[in-house]
């Protein structure tokens, strides 16, 4: 069964920082690709930042570069997006997002993204 629990969302000043975890089941974690993804009210949801599981490679959008870090710890099946210098346009939802988009498509690639986890709630005050 494919499941993804996502956790450490919370609310921080500007320039603070927060941890999310995401919890994957077996089966999720045996995808190709694993993400993070954050959706704000009114706005639609975007790919944060992903990592080819096997590979290790790592994908982020431009607006995080340099203060967010995707990583993953692979004995406890788990992903973790490490966020640091916070900005309040970094309030969103946040939700764990798991793919197998196949050999054509890297893990950057948002689109083929098809599981997903409940989300967390992160905001950022000024």
């Known amino acids: 069964q494919v499941q993804m629990v996502e956790s450490g969302g919370g609310s921080v000043q500007a320039g603070g920082s927060l941890r999310l975890s995401c919890l994957a089941t077996?089966?999720?974690?045996?995808?190709?690709?694993m993400a993070w993804f954050r959706q704000a009210p009114g706005k639609e949801r975007e790919g944060v930042a992903a990592?080819?599981?096997?590979?290790?490679?790592?994908y982020y959008r431009n607006s995080v570069k340099g203060r967010f870090s995707i990583s993953q710890d692979n004995a406890k099946n788990t992903v973790y997006l490490q966020m640091n210098s916070l900005k309040p346009e970094d309030t969103a939802m946040y939700y764990c997002?798991?793919?197998?988009?196949?050999?054509?498509?890297?893990?950057?690639?948002?689109?083929?993204?098809?599981?997903w986890g409940q989300g967390t709630q992160v905001t950022v005050s000024s």
């Open positions: 990592v080819n599981l096997a590979a290790r490679t790592t």
């Open positions: 997002a798991a793919a197998d988009p196949g050999a054509w498509y890297s893990c950057g690639y948002w689109q083929k993204y098809d599981y």
């Open positions: 077996e089966v999720t974690y045996n995808k190709k690709c």
